[in-house]
């Protein structure tokens, strides 16, 4: 049954999410950003809504927080912890790469346009400052108003799907098998929108996806332990919310002739910019044995 369950799930999801990211590729072939995002944020709804077609209870999920008995360590480590390892990560790829390095804003003038900037400047910010700003919201607020989007990937991946595939194959197994379907749930509006890589980078279409799934598995990891730890759904969709809060700071630092060029970093989701993340979890999936824990 439980297994009958999972594969329902399993096929939900995708069969939910997979239309929503080609029509919302569609929308960014047409220059029409509000709808692009507006669908991808439905989007993230589709693990919640697949959980509820397979009939998996959402009641046993955890929804009452509560900081007791060490709990407070995992919250910080949600709500923190990304931004630590994604400013690791970037000190990293900076150190290899310092010619890459750009302190003005020159690739955020460059996204914006004229128009853009204008209305930056109406707000009376620069692209320094408003790197400043970004970066204090990734700290604070931000992690805690994504939270709300990302509860809905968090009910279906670490509520719901997690728990069936580490009882099946054992937590090590689990949480790898589990991470690399989260990441292959992305992979149309990768490939055809080039959601997190762009479409010019080198290896594409092929390696972005597949080095997005050691990211999602990195971060499943991540996540995944929080939620044992606290047995609270609200845990791992702060630290979802968290590495989405933080994920596009690196690259305001960056140099606009290697926007094609961040497979390597300096976001947590390059090979270089991912390192800090990607040695966390490991060392997470090492302590945490073969079985449940």
Avoid at 108 to 135: D, F, H, N
Wanted: a neutral charge; glycine letters at 12%.
């Amino acid at each position: 049954m439980k297994d009958t369950k999972l594969f329902r799930y399993l096929l939900s999801a995708f069969v939910i999410a997979w239309p929503m990211q080609a029509a919302a590729s569609y929308f960014a072939w047409h220059g029409q950003p509000q709808f692009y995002q507006l669908i991808l944020m439905a989007s993230m709804y589709a693990p919640c809504a697949a959980a509820f077609i397979a009939g998996i209870p959402l009641a046993e999920m955890g929804w009452k927080p509560s900081l007791r008995g060490g709990k407070w360590k995992a919250f910080l480590a949600a709500w923190l912890g990304p931004a630590v390892l994604g400013v690791l990560g970037a000190v990293l790829y900076f150190v290899v790469f310092p010619g890459r390095l750009d302190t003005t804003g020159a690739l955020l003038t460059a996204q914006l346009g004229e128009e853009g900037l204008a209305q930056l400047e109406a707000q009376g910010l620069t692209p320094q400052s408003y790197l400043t700003v970004s970066a204090v919201q990734a700290l604070t607020w931000a992690p805690f108003i994504n939270m709300l989007a990302a509860l809905g990937e968090e009910i279906g991946w670490r509520g719901a799907m997690y728990p069936r595939l580490k009882e099946r194959f054992g937590s090590r197994i689990g949480r790898l098998l589990g991470g690399v379907i989260w990441g292959a749930w992305h992979w149309p509006i990768m490939i055809l929108a080039g959601y997190e890589y762009g479409l010019q980078y080198p290896g594409a279409p092929v390696l972005g996806p597949i080095l997005f799934c050691v990211f999602t598995v990195s971060g499943g990891i991540f996540l995944d332990v929080l939620y044992e730890r606290t047995h609270c759904i609200w845990i791992p969709s702060l630290g979802h919310g968290a590495i989405n809060a933080f994920a596009g700071i690196p690259l305001l630092l960056l140099d606009p002739a290697y926007a094609d060029h961040m497979i390597l970093g300096p976001a947590m989701n390059g090979i270089i910019g991912g390192l800090p993340f990607i040695l966390v979890a490991a060392v997470m999936l090492l302590r945490s044995g073969d079985g449940a824990e």
